[in-house]
Each structure stands twice: as C-alpha cells, then as structure tokens.
C-alpha cells in the first residue's frame, strides 16, 4: 500500500484531473481580463467565467446574477456578514451564530462585537445540531442576521437550515449559510430554502484554492456593503480582475460534483461505514455528533482511553485530521461546544474519505489504526 492515505477531504480535496484540464487553457494562451472589453481576448475570458457562473448556480439552485465571485469561503463569510451587518445597522445591531461554527464566522462576529454589534453565541445540542427552538428564543427586536452553517467541518453534522430560515423569514432577519463543506455532498436548492446569503468554495469539492462565490439574493434583495472596494467588479460586491483559470476550475468542479453527487454519496457513506465498522468495537472509541444527520463521508472520534493521549499525533501512514487544519493547535472548539471534556476533546480524528480513495486503502487505514489503538492501550506505544 502506498503511504500516507489521504483520507482528509474534508481539510481540502485533490483537483480532480477533468478540473485540471479545464483550467489549463486559461493560464496559458486565454490569458485576457474578463474586464476588457474590446477584445477578442477579454471576450472569450468574460464568456468563460459567465459560463462557471452558471455551472457554480445551478448546484445550489441559484440563479447565475445572484453569483459573486471571491477568493473562498473564508472571505465569502467576511463579506457576508459584514457586509450584511453594516448595510443593517440602521434597524439593529444584534447577531446571532453557533459556536460550532468555522473560526472565519466566528472571529469576523468577534470583530464586529468590538464594532459595537452584540452577537449572540449558541451552544449545539450534545449530538452536535442546533436546536430550533433555541435558535427562536435567541431573536430579538434588534436581530439582523443570522448564520448558521450547512455541513460543519469537524463532525460532519447538517443543521436545519430550512427550519431556521423559516424563522428567520418569519421575523424578517437576514439569513446567512456557511455551505463551504455542503456541495456535492447534500443537495441544496436555492430556489426553495429560506437562505438570504450563502458562502462556496471550490477546493472542499476537488476544484482549485483561493477561488469561492457568494451567492447573494436579488429578488427581494439583499443589502450587502461591500469590503473590497476598487474597480467595481462583480456589480461593485467586490472589486479585483477575476481569475479566469480559478474561476472556470470552480466551474467544472461544481458541474462535476452535480453529475457525480448521485452515484458518489452513496459510494463514500459505504466507506466510511466499511471503516467504522473495522474499529468501532474498540472500547474507548466514541464517535462525536449525530450519525444521522451527517454527510456521508465523514467520521470524528475521539480516544477516551488511558495514556493515548499522544497517539494521533503518531499516525504517520494515514493524513487525517486531529482536530482542523484550519485551528491552529490546541483543542477543538466544536468538541468543546458538544460538551466534551478537553481531555478526550484533544484526542480526536477526524477521517474524511473522498472520490479518489479505494476500498482497499479504506481497510488498510482502518486496520492500521485499529492496530495503532491497540498497540496504545496495550502499553506499546511505539514511536512513529
Ligand atoms: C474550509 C472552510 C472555510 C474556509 O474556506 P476557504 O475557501 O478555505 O477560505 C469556511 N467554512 C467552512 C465550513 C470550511 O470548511
């Protein structure tokens, strides 16, 4: 077997090789801006992103001017809720969010808490979803967003974003969705979910990095004050000349993941589970959040198990996650928010399988860690 398994899809995927030779035309001779106007060069750049734009809607239901392009969901969410919050300020200044969500919802609520908004932080039910009628209870005269994410990154739950939308469109609060791990995984269908803003990204769902959408809806519209200001691109949402490559790469990944979502889901449900079912007789294995409602290819356990604590750190033949790539050390705040204790909360994996894994390497990793947990509680706990 050929080591390290890539079993992290969910930290980023590997281009799926039709992305990658979608994209090679326009980064060598179709080099035009999409922004210059009067030429063959920028004319065939504008109708290839336009072209993008309408594969990256039709995944999420959307229509194609409802489409913004960024650099990923990282800036998406900024623009998002920033963007919403300023441009709602008038009428209020209160915020709500989860705490299970990514750091990049997480922090840009922070910084606007100094900027003088309130924001309200829910804690997840244990299993690692929110309940609704927490979420209700939370809304004020003064509420003006909400964001609450689609699929979360660690533990892979799928929160009700149509019941919170619901009650969002109810009391008149804008709504906004992290779907960053969501596409090609769980269907999404703008044209009936109560969803206001939603961030996308590409490299979650085999297409490139640094290249993401917003999707920001116009009827009835959505105010949104934009954070990048310059040429006025993207109706002015957010200025920069466009990445062609990035841009037709997101395109061809999101048309991909819509033709392949059918035959691929149930595919990674029936590996993951293949590699649950290897270890999951193994006193002390937990697995963190609901496994109902979930997307299909993830698993995050935690070790509750004497002197392990280290072990993750030394599983060098599998590149999984200890807790996310994108946490910068130290214990999982979602763990922490399910309630776990931060002993067992520091001794997690995350394992998320992907288009390009075969079931051999699900059952050679599996075994492989099953191995490596047994050796632990053992006492033969060799070095890497
Ligand atoms: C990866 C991720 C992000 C950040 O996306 P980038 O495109 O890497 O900036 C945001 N939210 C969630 C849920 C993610 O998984």
Same mark, same amino acid.
């Given at each position: 077997m050929q080591t390290p398994i890539y079993l992290d899809n969910s930290a980023t995927t590997p281009l799926d090789p039709a992305v990658v030779d979608a994209m090679l035309p326009w980064l060598r *001779?179709?080099?035009? @801006?999409?922004?210059?106007? +009067?030429?063959a060069f920028g004319h065939a750049a504008s109708k290839a992103v336009e072209a993008a734009r309408i594969e990256v809607a039709r995944l999420v239901g959307a229509e194609a001017r409802d489409i913004a392009w960024t650099s990923g969901a990282t800036e998406s969410n900024n623009l998002a809720i920033k963007g919403a919050a300023m441009a709602a300020q008038a009428r209020g200044k209160h915020l709500i969010t989860v705490q299970t969500e990514h750091k990049a919802v997480l922090d840009t609520m922070k910084w606007l808490e100094k900027q003088g908004f309130s924001v309200t932080f829910l804690a997840p039910q244990k299993n690692g979803l929110l309940d609704i009628e927490t979420f209700r209870a939370a809304l004020r005269p003064d509420t003006v967003l909400a964001s609450v994410m689609l699929v979360n990154n660690e533990i892979g739950v799928i929160q009700d974003i149509a019941a919170i939308g619901a009650i969002c469109r109810e009391r008149g609060v804008l709504f906004h969705v992290d779907a960053a791990q969501a596409t090609g995984k769980v269907a999404i269908d703008l044209s009936k979910l109560p969803v206001d803003i939603m961030s996308l990204t590409a490299h979650k769902t085999y297409g490139p990095k640094g290249i993401g959408a917003l999707y920001v809806r116009r009827a009835p519209q959505v105010r949104i004050e934009s954070q990048m200001h310059g040429g006025g691109h993207e109706r002015g949402l957010r200025s920069g000349t466009l990445a062609t490559h990035q841009i037709v790469g997101m395109g061809a990944a999101f048309r991909i993941a819509g033709e392949l979502m059918a035959t691929e889901v149930p595919q990674m449900r029936m590996m993951r589970d293949r590699f649950w079912n290897r270890i999951?007789?193994?006193?002390g294995v937990l697995l963190n959040g609901d496994m109902e409602q979930r997307i299909a290819n993830n698993l995050n356990i935690s070790l509750d198990i004497l @002197?392990?604590?280290?072990?993750? +750190? +030394?599983?060098? *033949?599998i590149a999984v996650s200890s807790t996310s790539a994108c946490s910068t050390g130290g214990v999982s705040h979602v763990l922490q928010a399910l309630g776990s204790d931060d002993g067992i909360a520091g001794n997690s994996i995350r394992i998320t399988v992907g288009r390009f894994n075969t079931v051999e390497q699900i059952d050679w990793a599996a075994d492989y860690l099953r191995k490596k947990i047994e050796d632990c509680r053992a006492g033969r706990q060799q070095a890497a």
């Open positions: *001779e179709q080099f035009g @801006n999409p922004a210059s106007s +009067t030429h999951k007789d193994l006193p @002197n392990c604590d280290s072990l993750v +750190t +030394t599983l060098s *033949e």
